[in-house]
């Protein structure tokens, strides 16, 4: 079983980036992008310290153990569950219903992972971290009641599959010696071209029918949720260094 310490996310990333995220581009110059553009200046910094996580770096490179990678995937497993679960109640949403594909779903695939990890009782394995507890419940606290807030952790996670996942993958594949079982997470076969794919994603994005309000909300949930992965990759590290 996992257990783990607990550290809060910080706001100031937050803060910095809303703020200005290149340090010399002016507020007036960021409205004037395509929205898909906006939202990824504006959430460069918080994506950035997500990024360059130790625990991150260290799975990477080989150094950790494959009990370490399912222990992540444990609490990945909890994650996309809490919001597969509120993508459905979206099925009737027309603001929404522009990012739901099926193909797109993870759990079913962390499933098949875990299972390949841990055993058939992999389920027994997991215990949220407190990192997670705050993740799932942000979640569960605004993607229900906010077009704008389900989009922004829908972007933050699959659009990151889609694309710094697939360097992930292949990191992986090297350095623990995987091939399908075990990195099926990152693996999305029904989708065959993923440049046509998430440009198509950022397309929804322009053309979401979202008011200059929730534009602000969508960035601030999302730089938020960049804040809430980077405290689950934190509360693993220090569980390593526990141990």
């Known amino acids: 079983m996992c257990a783990f310490s607990h550290e809060r996310p910080d706001c100031a990333a ?4 809303a703020a200005d995220p290149y340090g010399k581009r002016s507020q007036a110059s960021l409205y004037t992008m395509a929205f898909h553009e906006r939202l990824k200046a504006e959430t460069s910094e918080a994506h950035r310290a997500a990024e360059e996580s130790p625990f991150v770096d260290d799975l990477l490179s080989g150094k950790l153990p494959a009990s370490a990678y399912a222990c992540l995937l444990g609490q ?29 779903l993870r759990v079913p695939e962390l499933e098949r992972d875990l299972r390949h990890l841990s055993g058939d009782d992999w389920l027994d394995h997991i215990d949220p971290m407190p990192a997670t507890l705050d993740y799932t419940n942000r979640i ?24 710094g996942g697939q360097i992930i993958r292949r990191s992986l594949e090297r350095a623990y010696g995987f091939s399908d079982d075990g990195v099926r997470f990152y693996r999305f076969d029904s989708i065959p071209k993923m440049k046509p ?31 809430l992965n980077a405290a689950v990759f934190r509360d693993l590290g220090h569980e390593l260094a526990r141990r």
């Open 14 to 17: 937050r803060r910095r980036a």
């Open 76 to 104: 990945l497993f909890l994650v996309y569950q809490t919001l597969e679960d509120a993508a459905r109640s979206h099925r009737e949403n027309p603001v929404v219903t522009p990012f739901l594909d099926d193909a797109l």
């Open 140 to 163: 569960r606290e605004v993607a229900y009641g906010s077009n704008a807030a389900f989009i922004a952790h829908h972007y933050v996670r699959y659009l990151g599959d889609l694309s």
């Open 197 to 227: 794919y998430k440009d198509r994603y950022r397309y929804a994005l322009d053309s979401a029918p979202l008011s200059a309000r929730e534009h602000d909300e969508l960035i601030g949930e999302a730089i938020q949720s960049f804040e």
